[in-house]
């Protein structure tokens, strides 16, 4: 039985080849974008003018909480509270975007605000309360539409809970 060897030369010449190509990029081929730790606040659609209400956003676990408080909040049509649930996460996005009535009055969370929500919004400027509704089920006001949005502070304080000033969380996001 005889066998045979590729020359020294050859293997050498074939690794430096491999060496080479690992550090090449196919033509036509691009890397998947990598993740970044800010992301800009979700596309919600904004209610019209005319049926804005009170604009809360977040979590559908709190849904029934919500609704509840709406069926027995004596507000007009232009304060009747309306929840958009799309998630806690793309909820403190668009709540912590900024103040006015471009922007979400409320948030429904799941979990209590994390600490880099929190700096998002105080970097907007926003100060905010907040309200338990459960061990896991946290409604967070604007300080600033208190007073701005018709139908905000009447309806917050149909809930007969006392809020509490957020200051900074120690956890994560």
Same mark, same amino acid.
């Given at each position: 039985? &005889?066998?045979? @060897? ?17 550090? =090449? /990029?196919?033509?036509? @081929? ?21 049926? $804005? ?9 709190? !849904?029934?909480?919500?609704? /509840?408080?709406?069926?027995?909040? %004596? ?8 929840? %958009?649930?799309?998630? &806690? ?5 668009? @709540? =912590? ?12 969370? %799941? ?7 929190? /700096? !998002? =919004?105080?970097?907007?400027?926003? &100060?905010? &309360?907040?309200?338990?509704? +459960?061990? #896991? !089920? @946290?409604?967070?006001? #604007?300080? *600033? ?11 917050? %304080? *149909?809930?007969? !809970? $006392? ?8 956890? +994560?996001?």
């Amino acid at each position: 039985m &005889t066998r045979s @060897f590729a020359p020294a030369g050859t293997l050498v010449l074939a690794l430096a080849a491999a060496a080479l190509l690992a550090g =090449c /990029q196919m033509p036509g @081929f691009t890397p998947p974008p990598t993740q970044t730790a800010t992301l800009p606040p979700p596309a919600l659609p904004k209610p019209p003018p005319e049926t $804005r209400g009170i604009w809360i956003v977040g979590s559908s676990a709190l !849904r029934g909480s919500i609704e /509840q408080a709406a069926a027995k909040f %004596d507000g007009g049509p232009d304060s009747k509270p309306h929840l %958009d649930a799309r998630g &806690t996460a793309a909820g403190f996005r668009a @709540f =912590c975007a900024g103040v006015g009535l471009d922007h979400p009055d409320m948030v429904a969370s %799941d979990r209590p605000i994390g600490a880099a929500e929190y /700096q !998002r =919004c105080r970097s907007g400027g926003i &100060t905010l &309360t907040e309200y338990g509704f +459960g061990p #896991k !089920r @946290f409604v967070y006001v #604007k300080d *600033s539409h208190m007073m701005a949005v018709p139908g905000v502070s009447e309806f917050v %304080d *149909s809930w007969g !809970r $006392r809020g509490k000033p957020v200051s900074a969380p120690t956890a +994560g996001s």
